[in-house]
């Protein structure tokens, strides 16, 4: 195996580059922001990647622990690639803050060739605001155009999913690029309609609760001077009421953390309102 290049630099940027600024190693990474893929899976998402230097690549992130290799059980019985926890936490930032570079160098995008990826990264990581996602512990399943995404929101940031997922989000990938980088207002307000979002209610309820207008409290939950529990008729209104708004509070919850990843700041009501998207300059 060739001898890996280095800058021979003491310096926090260049030790960085070490491991992450060969060709093809950032793509690679991004590939496995969309979760577990296969070797060849790998080799067709890259055209132009020589399959020994797709294998050297892979080898080089294991060793330095941002990628890990499972070999799945019978009767599936392949061997897949995913983002380590670390690879989380180190690497998220960086393809973000990458993305956000380069943005506004992309050639117009033909909607029709858009890739189940390319909506995820537009709709969900350049979205992504850690700071508005404080305190959610969540799993997120998102659907787009038939390929499955999967990840957690926790602590902060964005993780690997471990557990079923509370809240589901399916949009084609056109509308996940249209709701953030449409041209006009109401391209984007348009794509937005098309997004839709499903989950368990009470996790809504959970993690929407901070996310409301101040004074705003669960439904159903006591006043500050307290109150009498509810009758049994009271409690069936309540249930149909909320089932009736559930969708609306899980959309809040999720897009509180994807809202906020604008180029500027809108006023309050317009971020409700649009909640998935973010203006364009």
């Not at 950032?26 to 496995?32: S, T, Y």
């Not at 922001?33 to 992130?61: C, F, Q, S, W």
């Not at 937005?192 to 809504?204: V, Y």
């Not at 309820?205 to 006591?222: K, N």
Request: charged share 25%; with cysteine.
């Amino acid at each position: 195996m060739p001898t890996r290049r280095t800058y021979d630099q003491n310096c926090p940027i260049a030790r960085g580059l070490d491991v992450l600024g060969e060709r093809w190693t950032l793509l690679i990474l991004r590939e496995l922001v969309g979760g577990p893929r296969r070797y060849g899976d790998l080799r067709a998402e890259l055209p132009g990647i020589a399959t020994n230097l797709l294998a050297e690549r892979l080898k080089e992130l294991q060793n330095s622990g941002l990628v890990d290799r499972a070999d799945l059980p019978a009767p599936i019985g392949r061997t897949v690639y995913t983002l380590s926890d670390l690879g989380w936490q180190r690497v998220l930032p960086i393809l973000q803050n990458l993305a956000w570079f380069g943005v506004d160098r992309l050639d117009p995008i033909d909607e029709s060739s858009v890739s189940p990826l390319n909506g995820f990264l537009a709709g969900i990581l350049l979205g992504f605001d850690r700071a508005s996602a404080a305190g959610l512990d969540i799993t997120c399943r998102v659907e787009i155009d038939g390929r499955r995404f999967e990840f957690a929101v926790t602590q902060g940031r964005l993780a690997g999913a471990h557990r079923e997922p509370s809240v589901t989000i399916t949009a084609s990938a056109a509308d996940l690029v249209n709701a953030r980088l449409g041209a006009t207002d109401a391209k984007r307000k348009a794509a937005l309609r098309h997004i839709n979002f499903d989950g368990d209610q009470r996790a809504a309820e959970r993690d929407v609760i901070d996310s409301r207008e101040p004074g705003a409290r669960a439904r159903g939950a006591p006043s500050a001077g307290g109150s009498s529990p509810p009758g049994p008729r009271a409690k069936t209104r309540r249930a149909e009421t909320g089932a009736e708004a559930g969708t609306a509070r899980r959309a809040a919850g999720v897009s509180r953390v994807l809202a906020r990843g604008s180029r500027q700041r809108l006023p309050p009501p317009t971020r409700r309102a649009m909640a998935l998207s973010f203006p364009h300059d």
